[in-house]
């Protein structure tokens, strides 16, 4: 079974500055889906960014960035220039490719709090 | 475009009673479905998901159940509810794996 885990609980950082927030999954797959979601205090899911298995490239979004470690099956999340915006739970998580499986599987989560 | 509706967004219900959570989709066909539980300041949960109309997964033993009566309908029901069944629960799709897009929740609580 596919696992998941975020072995931060709680971060934070200062504003402008930047912060890494680690994932490492178990999976033998060779083709899978990683994302990042925030949860801010809505507890509204909103997805951060998508790396496809298959692509070397790593993933960017803007200020959000992630470093995809295939064969360490470790996928982090760099947030460049943090905002007091980006305080909020992320989620790490994980699906199979084409969900004919059905799975997407989370992480525990990582609460980041933003400091002025 | 695509949408998820869940409701109701708050319920408090006693010890025993029966819940059901509805969650329907709209702008897509034969998505899979999720519906997770979220306690206080953790993760997700994944209770069950359904690839196909009639098709559920359970990932965890409770006193839950789900049912897909139709193509893009997710419910979420109990018999009894007990006071660990209290939570966050999310209810979401997505389309072979891709991005998942999830409701905006209910809290509930059971007293």
């Known amino acids: 079974a596919q696992t998941v885990t975020q072995s931060q609980p709680e971060m934070s950082v200062q504003e402008a500055e930047t912060v890494t927030l680690s994932c490492t999954y178990d999976?033998?797959?060779?083709?899978?889906?990683l994302f990042w979601y925030k949860q801010p205090p809505s507890r509204q899911m909103i997805l951060v960014i998508r790396?496809?298995?298959?692509?070397?490239q790593n993933a960017t979004e803007n200020r959000f960035s992630v470093n995809f470690q295939k064969a360490a099956k470790s996928f982090s999340l760099k947030i460049s220039d943090s905002q007091l915006g980006d305080t909020a739970m992320y989620f790490c998580a994980f699906s199979d490719y084409g969900g004919s499986q059905g799975n997407l599987i989370f992480g525990k989560g990582t609460k980041l709090s933003v400091k002025p | 475009s695509q949408t998820i509706h869940q409701w109701p967004a708050t319920l408090v219900q006693p010890v025993g009673s029966p819940l059901s959570l509805e969650c329907t989709v709209e702008g897509t066909s034969n998505p899979n479905l999720y519906w997770y539980r979220q306690a206080a300041g953790r993760g997700l949960q994944l209770l069950f998901y359904s690839v196909g109309i009639g098709q559920i997964s359970s990932e965890v033993p409770q006193n839950l159940s789900a049912s897909r009566p139709q193509d893009r309908q997710f419910i979420l029901s109990s018999k009894k509810l007990l006071l660990s069944d209290s939570g966050f629960y999310l209810c979401?799709?997505?389309?072979?794996?891709?991005?998942?897009?999830f409701g905006q929740g209910t809290r509930l609580t059971v007293v």
């Open positions: 999976t033998s797959e060779n083709n899978y889906y």
């Open positions: 979401a799709w997505s389309y072979r794996g891709g991005k998942a897009f």
């Open positions: 790396q496809e298995a298959y692509k070397q």
